[in-house]
């Protein structure tokens, strides 16, 4: 493979590997907001949250598998108690409520990472057997970055799953859809959106972990990829895990080729392609009219 073609084929996998992150980021926010109409402006914060627990359990147990499995599911736990005792009681109170109660629990989260595990980095070091470069064709490519792919597809291809191949995918869709229709027919609404919240929280700390050993952890860990995931969720359309696919593809592959070609223009480009689609979609891609 000559070195031009082997330049645009790796910034390519670097594009779909951000891209595939993002979606695992937005696919939770699109559940949470698009779905359960909840403003959980904190959701990057467990995003973060869960980088930080994987390093506690790492150092721990030195076992980087088991970290990778375990803080997710603390990440979740925590968000599971926030939407069952502060966000439930907000919610009736709309949007606002929700807006000013996520953004004290981000700054909560925030200050407790800094009290717990200090301001600076947190570096973690994946198994051995993930270091270094695999080459396919004359191409050199990092292997962890195809384990992000791998095992992004994975989780996603079991959400997927869940959500439309079994019966508690069934009653998740129709309570989000229908809330007081389900919940006449016997559904626990609280309860599946208690689930559904611990689902989307899950899926930050997938992603937080995921991406922890390539940006190290550190308070701002948020900050650098919060913001291109709201652009996701917006330009795809609330709700649509489909659009939120979609754009998280396009979103990772032209940060990743603006970086190579255009570097200067490249951290507005995200929100250049925002302005041209909610200029002739304001519902997103997929979005569809109230």
Known sequence: MDPTTAMYVAQGIHGLAYGLLLFLLASGFTLIFGMMGILNLAHGSFFMLSGYFC?????????????????PIAAAFFGVLCERFLLRKVHAFGHIGELILTVG????ILESVKVFWGGGS?????PQFLQGLVTVAGLSYPIYRLFIIGLSLMVLGFLTLILYKTRLGMIVRAAVS????ANALGINIPLVFMFVFG????LAGVAGVAIAPILTVFPGLADQIWMDALVVVVVGGLGSLAGA???SIICGLSYCYGVQFISQLAPVLMFIFVA???????MGLFGERE
């Open 55 to 71: 390093c506690q359990f790492l150092s721990m147990t030195g076992n980087f598998w088991l970290a990778l499995l375990l803080a």
């Open 105 to 108: 629990i981000s700054l909560l």
């Open 122 to 126: 947190l570096h973690i070091t994946v």
């Open 178 to 181: 229908d809330a007081d229709m």
């Open 199 to 202: 689902v989307s929280t899950w």
């Open 245 to 247: 696919f979609i754009v």
């Open 276 to 282: 041209i689609v909610l200029g002739f979609r304001p």
